[in-house]
């Protein structure tokens, strides 16, 4: 993948809806072999293995915040897993895989990356072409089948909360 290919996804991130249109969601994107190597180096085990192939990886970050007022945005992290959310759709549509990944180290990558502590580090992702299963390490191959979803009794209720 070039930039040029990832551009739009990105673009699309960038039209997300946020609160007072803050955006505060910011990507760092490596996609030269000496950047992934160091992104990859964030990741976990288990993470390097299913991604080492990946076309770029992305380190997702939002501000805490508002950039008019300086004060408290408590929207950041959820405005930047609506933007998060636009670029993995857009790469879908793409036909791109846009896998959102929590297994990593923040610290590693906010101290590597020169993070300032006013951003929150929230997540990475990988973005590639999809790969064949037996291409992967068996355990991982394994995975890759569609998972378990909660019944929407278990995730919605009507006119009060009712979980435990």
């Known amino acids: 993948m070039t930039e040029k290919d990832l551009l739009p996804l990105f673009e699309a991130a960038r039209w997300a809806p946020s609160s007072y249109n803050g955006q505060p969601w910011r990507f760092v994107i490596a996609l030269t072999q ?26 997702i970050c939002s501000q805490k915040n508002f950039e008019y007022n300086n004060k408290p945005n408590r929207h950041h992290s959820f405005d930047t897993g609506s933007a ?6 857009e790469g879908a549509r793409r036909g791109y895989v846009v896998h959102g990944m929590a297994g990593f180290e923040a610290d590693k990558a906010r101290t590597e990356l020169k993070i300032p ?43 009060k909360f009712t979980w435990k």
């Open 84 to 89: 998060w959310c636009s670029l993995a759709l």
């Open 117 to 159: 502590e006013r951003y929150e580090v929230e997540a990475m992702c990988a973005i590639g072409k999809l790969d064949k299963p037996e291409n992967l390490p068996p355990e991982i191959a394994k995975s890759e089948t569609p998972n378990h979803r909660k019944k929407l009794p278990e995730i919605i209720s009507w006119g």
């Open 34 to 59: 000496k950047d992934k190597d160091q992104f990859m180096n964030f990741l976990g085990d288990f993470n390097q293995q299913w991604c080492k192939k990946a076309s770029a990886l992305v380190v």
